[in-house]
């Protein structure tokens, strides 16, 4: 066993059992995104490590220990990217993208963090990440959220709740940080290792403990909506009135932030208590000092980025149907004329109806074997061939899930009768 190859852990194979659920999801977002006007991006898996260095912020969970970096042949360190942002807006900033224009985008793919895998964690991980650059109100805020609660309810998701806070701007973060580290220092005996060294650092981190002891000291902590400055909270009570005015039901969380550093007003999270610890299927907020802090000029900011892998988990535990893309036909054939003649029939259909999906059998064998093999197929008819069939130009169309006497239709009149059969 030891000489198999495996895949790395927390690396997963997506089996073709499994797939469906994945296009699915994937063919769901890009609908919505679409119907909101988002236009894909596509950037490389790989970038400079100082890109995340800069953009995450090197006391964060993510920078500090769940990187894959690695020195290329030319001796540059590179770096598998944990998350999409710092990427895109490179990306932005180097194509002129950002100019006096509104950008609103999306990308898809795979994320990396060296994390302890568990359920719902992994060590590669897809996201949809979603960002909006040029606009600083909270009308496209609130259209995020919108656009996010119209793909939960596109997938059929049921039970997943917003929350939602305001981190105000970084003044009043600096504020709020004084009066965070004068309290936990008179407390100070109360906290990890892991939150002491952050006290100096990023003391904001500290919020973001998973530590019950730390997380019971911060009961009674400062609380930043108290430090909020007046912009930030006209800003997000407009949110809040917008969100009302859409039927969209939000819990206003005091405690949320997002760990990142370039963070400030909106941050949100979409929960589910559905999927014990890694509830969280979709974070995201305003970032509006990132474009200048890593080299464009200032550009206001927002996005979020889903976790695929939890909505999938989602979908499963909801038992939510999803579409199957099983082969409407199975073609048999027995004989050598049968076999021949099939996969040119076949090749024929499909030109007459793009959106059939045709299975030919290959490989020989009795019609009872291939029978099987068109009923393990998925396909809701067989369409039969024996040599007496050609040389009548006609094939037998038999029902393999429905009670249905098998008819025998000629060649020409077959993508006819198809198109009425599948209603395409
Ligand atoms: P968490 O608190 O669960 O660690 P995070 O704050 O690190 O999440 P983000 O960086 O905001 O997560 O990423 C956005 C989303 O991507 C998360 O809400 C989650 O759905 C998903 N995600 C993050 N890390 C992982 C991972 N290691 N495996 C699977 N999904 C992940
Ligand atoms: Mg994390």
Not at 133 to 147: N, Q
Not at 270 to 293: F, I, K, N, P, S
Not at 369 to 384: E, I, M
Not at 397 to 415: M, N, S
Request: with cysteine; proline share 4%.
């Amino acid at each position: 066993m030891s000489s198999t190859l495996q895949a790395i852990r927390g690396m997963n194979d997506i089996l073709p059992q499994e797939s469906r659920a994945w296009q699915f999801v994937e063919d769901s977002v890009r609908s919505v995104l679409e119907s909101y006007g988002y236009r894909e991006i596509r950037m490389p898996i790989v970038e400079k490590t100082e890109l995340f260095k800069r953009s995450i912020g090197e006391v964060t969970d993510i920078v500090e220990k769940e990187m894959y970096t690695f020195v290329d042949r030319n001796g540059d360190s590179l770096t598998l990217r944990p998350e999409g942002t710092a990427g895109c807006v490179r990306a932005c900033i180097q194509h002129g993208l950002l100019h006096n224009q509104v950008q609103r985008l999306w990308y898809t793919g795979p994320m990396f963090r060296h994390e302890r895998p568990q359920k719902g964690r992994y060590r590669q991980f897809h996201q949809v990440g979603v960002e909006v650059f040029g606009l600083e109100g909270p009308d496209i805020d609130a259209e995020l959220l919108m656009l996010t609660a119209r793909l939960w309810q596109r997938l059929g998701l049921q039970q997943v709740t917003l929350q939602l806070n305001s981190l105000g701007t970084t003044a009043a973060r600096a504020a709020f940080r004084d009066a965070l580290v004068e309290y936990l220092r008179v407390h100070h005996t109360r906290l990890d290792e892991d939150s002491r060294r952050r006290l100096d650092s990023n003391p904001l981190r500290i919020l973001d403990s998973k530590n019950p002891e730390v997380q019971a000291l911060l009961a009674d902590a400062p609380v930043l909506s108290d430090y909020i400055d007046a912009q930030s909270r006209e800003h997000f009570e407009r949110l809040c009135s917008l969100l009302d005015a859409a039927g969209i039901g939000y819990e206003i969380n005091p405690r949320l932030v997002r760990g990142l550093d370039y963070y400030g007003r909106t941050v949100f999270e979409w929960v589910t208590v559905q999927l014990g610890a890694q509830g969280t299927v979709c974070a995201g907020g305003r970032y509006d000092a990132l474009v200048e802090y890593l080299g464009g000029s200032a550009t206001p900011a927002v996005g979020f980025a889903l976790g695929l892998e939890r909505i999938i988990a989602l979908l499963e535990q909801q038992q939510t149907a999803i579409p199957d893309n099983d082969p409407h036909l199975y073609i048999v054939t027995v004989g050598e004329q049968a076999q021949r003649h099939g996969l040119l029939l076949s090749e024929q259909l499909r030109e007459a109806l793009p959106a059939l999906r045709v299975m030919t059998h290959c490989g020989g064998g009795s019609f009872k074997s291939q029978f099987k093999k068109a009923d393990r197929s998925g396909a809701r008819f067989a369409l039969v061939l024996g040599d007496d069939e050609v040389a009548k130009r006609q094939a037998g169309l038999k029902a393999l899930r429905e009670e249905l006497e098998q008819q025998t239709v000629g060649f020409e009149a077959l993508p006819g009768r198809l198109a009425e059969l599948f209603d395409n």
